[in-house]
């Protein structure tokens, strides 16, 4: 049989196991009578691993959390098996029909795996070219912002008596809010900030510009992990042709597994331990810190207007407390000691 | 080239995977039955005897003759990074129990789990106020001018520093899996050093006051991602119909994701201090207004190391032995990883036994 063959032949097999494996699970699940369970169709691994979670859910409802999360690893773990077989299968029945025509499979492998390698990393590059416009970039940051703010505008909403007893002071300040969002855009264009909302502008000026900041270093970061992943890949293909020259050919989906894993944690080594790779997930950190820092700023301003104490504040506080008792810890210390 | 690299037969795949579900319905049953009672660690009877703030000093309950108790008692001082329970994980795994058993006087320092409150507490606070206060309150009770010191990881750290602090009270320093010199590598660097260089701590505590727990686990994780996060529940389906070694697991489990968070002002110092500028070694470290000098440490010295450990490697342990005054200094390395230091049947057999025997011969 050619490798063509083989390759379909192998694809053929899997689809058709997956198929029992699934009208297995389906019987198994209706038996433990999960009464919302989905029918299968296609998309086999994705609908598996849903009706396996809603099942188990019911069934560890109960359970110690570590049982629980357990439970949740090992069924993402057997999820993760087919993921790779599938894979692999997949990309085996690509590079098959070259190989038969002759063609180089190292530098297929690397071809293959160069496709994969852009086809993964344009999702991360494509957002930031798809939001070079300041106007989209604002308008992403502020739907952030408001998703972020909703939780404690909900409390002061619903909190009695909210400046003055009624809501209509808190829409009034919500449009306030909201308004400057708008005229914070002006200032992005270099417009001095002026009136009322000046300190807020700021913030929320400076809150863009620092998630700008993060979302590039976690773009960064995600490039180099994306990069990662197609090395894990090139490795696992080449490895398992070394293991059919040596007479042993991957014969079952643990054994495909337990290659991937050591695979993978070699060439995630690899990039780990390089200097780029501190480097870019630090800056990730630092941006993010950065960011969360004049998010804060931000929260901090328009809690006041709430009559909420702020997380600064609080922090303001507890670290008068926290030198007060240390004080007095002293001077316990030296009377018993003078006693 | 000629066979195909991937040579799966339905049937053998179809009763693999089978077989896997079979196992992994049964696994789920089990664990859904479970209580958290029977996934407890830290479970050795102990009374509490010192409460300070959140930290809580316990002593473990003796289980030799009060005449056969060896009369000099040893503080154990674990890191600040998940909980001690690891050196007591259950009644067959237990470092702690297995010291009680060899009959001797176990204390150990809990540091709780820090809220926002205390995010301003610093290594001073840990280190010359918690862990000083400890030693003066069993010093007291026992009517000793010295105790025995036991630092675990990074209490072995911060061990090595109140001991150069306060030599005085402590008459036998026993470090375990201690990094000293936080830039010795060997020959496999390790990836917590190499991290640790990129990221701004200032930045970090400003960002978030504490140190979350889980994003200090996440790191851990990401050392070995496939391998701590697949694998491992891969391999888990093979002993799921096996409920005490499930259980093991699950123990492990419950002690690996039970991580406090991390007061903010002592994390900047560790990292900036310790992990980035490598003060400890060369001498430079200041807790509160005390200069660390690890000459100072003139006292026997038990420096216990893992040969295998990812995240202390061995020689960032061993350089203590250059710079401590001591002329009694032994080194004891283990075939073992960091966390085997704990769980592996080598170290439950060998390791409490080496470090009552070394105690013992020094009175």
Redesign the interface.
């Known amino acids: 049989m050619t490798w063509t063959q083989q390759a379909e032949s192998t694809m053929s097999a899997w689809t058709e196991m997956q198929k029992k494996m699934w009208g297995g699970w389906f019987e198994t699940m209706q038996s433990f009578a999960s009464p919302n369970i989905m029918t299968p169709n296609t998309g086999m691994i994705d609908q598996w691993q849903k009706m396996v979670s809603q099942s188990l859910e019911t069934w560890t409802a109960s359970a110690d959390p570590a049982s629980k999360n357990a439970s949740r690893q090992m069924v993402a773990s057997q999820a993760a098996m087919m993921r790779f077989m599938e894979l692999t299968i997949s990309a085996w029945k690509a590079i098959a029909p070259k190989v038969e025509a002759g063609e180089d499979w190292q530098a297929l492998i690397t071809n293959y795996t160069e496709q994969m390698r852009r086809q993964m990393t344009p999702n991360v590059a494509g957002m930031n070219q798809a939001t070079q416009g300041l106007n989209q970039l604002w308008e992403t940051y502020t739907s952030q912002i408001q998703a972020f703010n909703r939780p404690w505008m909900e409390v002061m909403q619903v909190a009695p008596g909210f400046v003055g007893g009624s809501n209509a002071e808190m829409l009034d300040f919500t449009k306030l809010y909201w308004g400057a969002f708008d005229r914070t855009f002006g200032s992005m264009s270099g417009s001095p900030s002026v009136g009322f909302t000046r300190e807020l502008e700021e913030k929320l000026a400076k809150g863009f510009e620092d998630w700008r900041a993060s979302r590039q270093a976690m773009d960064d970061y995600q490039l180099l992990v994306a990069d990662a992943w197609a090395g894990v890949f090139e490795q696992v293909m080449r490895e398992m042709i070394q293991r059919t020259e040596q007479g042993k050919p991957v014969q079952s989906m643990r054994e495909l597994m337990s290659l991937w894993t050591s695979a993978a944690d070699k060439s995630f080594d690899a990039i780990f331990r390089s200097p780029e790779y501190a480097q870019v997930q630090g800056n990730f950190v630092n941006a993010t810190m950065q960011y969360r820092i004049s998010e804060r700023a931000i929260v901090d301003e328009t809690m006041k207007y709430g009559h909420f104490p702020t997380r600064t504040e609080m922090d303001e506080a507890h670290r008068n407390i926290y030198e007060l008792r240390k004080e007095i810890k002293a001077l316990k210390k030296a009377l018993k000691a003078k006693a | 080239?000629q066979?195909?690299?991937?040579?799966?037969?339905?049937e053998?795949?179809?009763r693999?995977?089978?077989e896997?579900?079979q196992k992994?319905?049964g696994?789920?049953?089990t664990?859904?039955?479970?209580?958290?009672s029977?996934?407890q660690v830290g479970t050795a009877p102990r009374e509490a005897v010192y409460t300070e703030?959140k930290i809580t000093l316990y002593r473990y309950k003796p289980v030799v003759a009060e005449d056969k108790l060896f009369p000099i008692p040893l503080f154990i001082v674990y890191a600040l990074v998940n909980r001690p329970a690891v050196a007591d994980l259950q009644e067959d795994r237990s470092l702690i129990r297995n010291l009680v058993k060899l009959g001797i006087d176990v204390y150990l320092i809990d540091w709780g789990y820090p809220s926002?409150?205390?995010?301003?507490?610093t290594l001073d606070?840990y280190i010359n106020?918690y862990v000083d206060n400890c030693v003066d309150f069993i010093r007291e009770k026992h009517g000793l001018d010295q105790i025995n010191l036991l630092g675990i990881c990074q209490g072995g750290s911060m061990s090595s520093c109140y001991t150069s602090i306060h030599p005085e009270k402590v008459k036998n320093l026993i470090l375990m899996v201690a990094p000293i010199d936080f830039h010795a590598s060997g020959r496999s660097?390790g990836?917590i050093n190499?991290?640790g260089?990129?990221?701004?701590p200032d930045?970090?505590v400003?960002?978030?006051?504490n140190i979350p727990g889980d994003l200090m686990n996440f790191g851990f994780l990401?050392?070995?991602?496939?391998?701590l996060?697949?694998?491992?529940?891969?391999d888990?389906?093979d002993i799921?119909d096996d409920k005490a070694k499930l259980l093991n697991?699950?123990r492990m489990?419950?002690w690996i994701?039970d991580s406090p968070d991390l007061a903010g002002e002592a994390y900047k110092q560790f990292v900036k201090d310790f992990f980035q500028d490598n003060k400890l070694i060369k001498g430079e470290v200041v807790i509160g207004k005390d200069k660390v000098n690890l000459a100072n440490i003139t006292m026997p010295v038990l420096n216990v190391y893992a040969e295998k450990d990812h995240l202390v490697p061995p020689p960032s342990s061993r350089a203590l032995e250059k710079v401590v005054g001591s002329k009694d200094y032994t080194d004891m390395p283990f075939p073992v990883g960091h966390i085997g230091m704990y769980v592996s049947g080598k170290a439950q057999k060998d390791l409490a036994p080496s470090i009552a025997n070394w105690i013992k011969a020094r009175g």
């Open positions: 080239m066979a195909f690299p991937l040579q799966i037969n339905p053998d795949t179809l693999e995977v089978t896997i579900n992994l319905l696994g789920i049953k664990l859904a039955g479970l209580k958290h029977d996934v703030d926002n409150a205390d995010r301003w507490l606070d106020v660097p990836l190499l991290w260089g990129g990221i701004n930045l970090m400003a960002g978030l006051g990401m050392l070995q991602p496939f391998a996060m697949v694998q491992k529940y891969a888990m389906i799921v697991f699950l489990e419950e994701f």
